[in-house]
């Protein structure tokens, strides 16, 4: 089930990069990351009502709140970066060049997850670093 919701993703990713471009028009980046986040934000929270999820509140722990903060932090760290380079560039650089992160997942799992990465996953992130150069 998780590669059916992986797919998901990457497909709403990618409609995120086309439609982000075309809603920049004339406006300024960081007010369109202000009114995506406000969309994600009362998604994300329709989501936690209608599953009932609310009520795993109060079972939070310091770590889950402090790394969900961080994580916040950088989701919103990455999504201004994002929007402002969509506001400059073509989306057909832009996103290549934030797939990177992909790379940067796998080395940073590595180094504070402790995972794995086998000949498979560093011949597989070699190859999408390749395919990013050879997309710029």
């Not at 990618?14 to 998604?43: C, F, N, P």
């Not at 970066?81 to 992160?101: E, F």
Request: glycine share 8%; charged share 10%; aromatic share 8%.
């Amino acid at each position: 089930m998780w590669i059916l919701y992986a797919v998901l993703a990457a497909i709403f990713a990618s409609l995120t990069a086309i439609l982000a471009k075309v809603g920049l028009q004339g406006i300024d980046s960081h007010l369109a990351t202000a009114i995506r986040t406000v969309v994600v934000l009362l998604l994300a929270w329709g989501m936690v009502f209608i599953t009932g999820s609310q009520k795993d509140i109060i079972i939070l722990t310091r770590q889950n709140m402090l790394f969900l903060v961080l994580s916040g932090l950088a989701t919103g760290f990455s999504w201004l970066c994002y929007y402002k380079a969509l506001q400059y560039g073509p989306v057909s650089k832009v996103a290549p060049i934030d797939k990177l992160s992909v790379v940067l997942t796998i080395i940073l799992a590595a180094v504070f997850l402790g995972e794995t990465v086998t000949i498979k996953t560093g011949v597989g992130a070699a190859l999408l670093v390749a395919g990013i150069l050879v997309l710029l």
